[in-house]
């Protein structure tokens, strides 16, 4: 039975947080390594908008002087801070999918019955989605790298802070998603309705002033509404070594805000959690 | 009180008029009783009894509409951190990653209760100990058959020394030899080391071992004592006929 000694015993509060964190983080690695496939097509599938279409549209679809850029880049080199926000929204989306799964089968509760406020443990799930999605992010870069997209040197190393940012927030938006989707069958379907627009709706295949002078004011409009347009032009600048702050305050904002009301989602006393359906009884 | 002090002289569990509606469904009406320290207590109900509810309720995962829980007297709602680390729980739904080894698994929920380095092996060791599971410590969880998996979940349950063990329907998907020796174990356990036990259940014959029985039915408390008591006031032969009966009657009292 536990005494007064064996509380003297546990863990510090920090010390437990950590431990918690590295759990959840390790267990995330974990399991991402044990699904190659989930690896293989996280780096084949922007590869593939690399190699396929930025290159088909290699010398169609240049940018003119456009900060950061300093000169006239290739279509290829515009659109890689676009793929790289499309790793970073996919795995916020798997991580979305992963809480669904882990719902469906029953190892959410463990996590939601760990005697921490159940904020840091939701916190832990975003920072473990955080570390798989810069891996990958990594790995495309290498197949960039490899097709010689130019890229400044230091970029891969200035970058990184915008990952972090940009992976946080997704999978922030993702864990949102996780709060509302009940079943792993209508996953598929939500996910059309937010992968989709979210990426085509942005500036990740084209510029904000080129949507515009096309005549696609609305288009401009959402773009610019949606959180995943910040994201890529805040990894577009840091890959020059440059902090675009607009998009920075965007990013954390739509952070901030998505995760205060999935924390909420996941307060038994106030989310949908708390209302099971009739066959829990 | 603060969060780390408990006296001995308070309830393991105390649960007053609680109260869990789902929609035009009231699945605990006004649900209250008190297990003391070190007792074996059976929850007894049939399908859609409120038990899982109940148990939802108590592991902070749903909150009652209505009413209070204390855990060695700390209020759930108050203090549910302290109150989470006081509890071990088996869930009635399967909680083990089937894709990570027996090892990882526990890893991962050493480490949700804050047990590193040398404490988290230890406890590893001993919940693997507790039903010689030593050489399936690399064995992925999805090659184990279920009565194995339950009692490593149990034993994951033990980890970080738990004051309180829950368990929701523990025996669910296990053969007869196996559901006897888990609950022997938890029995053996519960003595040994002084656990309060709340053991939620729709089988008659798991509860003969214990300390006392509540029968809850459609939500509500309709017994509650001693196995023998039950079945004395009951004029049943048996717990089983004494379980019949109190939950056929609630449905006759309900229907008039």
């Not at chain 1, 536990?2 to 399991?31: F, K, N, Q, Y």
């Not at chain 1, 347009?229 to 990013?251: C, D, K, P, S």
């Not at chain 2, 049939?46 to 007297?73: C, E, H, R, Y």
């Amino acid at each position: 039975m536990s005494t007064v000694a064996d509380a003297a015993a546990r863990p510090g509060r920090v010390r437990h947080a950590m431990a918690a964190l590295g759990a959840i983080t390790t267990r995330e690695t974990l399991r991402f390594v044990n699904q190659t496939g989930r690896l293989v097509s996280a780096v084949v599938r922007p590869s593939l908008w690399l190699v396929v279409f930025a290159a088909g549209f290699h010398d169609v679809l240049g940018v003119s002087v456009t900060p950061p850029y300093q000169s006239y880049v290739t279509y290829d080199v515009y659109i890689l801070p676009g793929l790289i926000g499309m790793v970073l929204l996919f795995q916020g989306m798997q991580s979305s999918l992963a809480l669904v799964f882990d719902r469906e089968v029953g190892t959410l509760r463990l996590l939601l019955t760990a005697p921490l406020p159940r904020a840091w443990l939701l916190f832990c799930k975003l920072v473990a989605g955080t570390v798989l999605a810069v891996l990958q992010v990594y790995a495309f870069l290498a197949v960039a790298w490899a097709f010689d997209v130019e890229m400044p040197p230091a970029g891969a190393l200035t970058v990184l802070p915008a990952l972090v940012l940009g992976g946080l927030c997704l999978s922030a938006i993702g864990l949102v998603l996780s709060v509302h989707i009940k079943r792993l069958e209508n996953f598929a379907g939500t996910m059309n309705f937010v992968i989709f627009p979210a990426f085509f709706f942005s500036t990740a295949l084209y510029p904000l002033w080129r949507i515009r002078e096309s005549g696609a004011s609305w288009i401009a409009w959402a773009a610019q509404a949606n959180p995943f347009t910040h994201v890529v032009e805040m990894v577009r600048f840091a890959l020059y070594g440059q902090a675009a702050w607009g998009n920075i305050g965007a990013v954390l904002a739509f952070a901030a805000i998505a995760f205060a009301v999935a924390v909420r989602g996941y307060d038994p006393q106030r989310g949908v959690l708390g209302r099971a359906p009739r066959d829990e009884t | 009180m603060t969060a780390d002090r408990a006296d001995d002289a308070l309830p393991g569990i105390a649960v007053a008029d609680l109260v869990k509606t789902y929609g035009a469904v009231t699945a605990l009406d006004r649900v209250s009783f008190s297990l003391p320290r070190g007792s074996f207590t059976a929850l007894l109900g049939p399908n859609g009894a409120g038990k899982s509810t109940l148990m939802q309720i108590l592991t902070g995962l749903f909150a009652a509409d209505s009413g209070a829980v204390a855990v060695d007297g700390l209020s759930l709602s108050e203090n549910p951190v302290a109150v989470l680390a006081r509890l071990g729980i088996v869930f009635q739904q399967p909680s083990l990653d089937l894709d990570l080894t027996v090892a990882q698994n526990l890893a991962y929920f050493a480490g949700l209760h804050g047990l590193a380095g040398a404490r988290r092996a230890a406890a590893i060791d001993g919940a693997l100990s507790l039903f010689g599971l030593g050489d399936e410590r690399r064995t992925k969880v999805r090659k184990l058959s279920g009565g194995t998996r339950r009692k490593i979940e149990l034993g994951r349950a033990l980890m970080a020394d738990p004051s309180i063990l829950l368990l929701d329907e523990a025996t669910q998907g296990l053969d007869p030899a196996s559901r006897r020796d888990l609950v022997a174990h938890v029995r053996a356990l519960s003595d040994r080391r002084g656990l309060t036990v709340l053991w939620a259940t729709h089988i008659v014959s798991e509860v003969a071992a214990a300390d006392a029985v509540i029968v809850l039915d459609r939500g509500r408390i309709v017994a509650s004592g001693p196995p023998a008591q039950i079945v004395a006031e009951t004029g049943a032969g048996s717990l089983e006929e004494a379980f019949l009966a109190l939950t056929a009657r609630a449905g006759k009292d309900r229907a008039a």
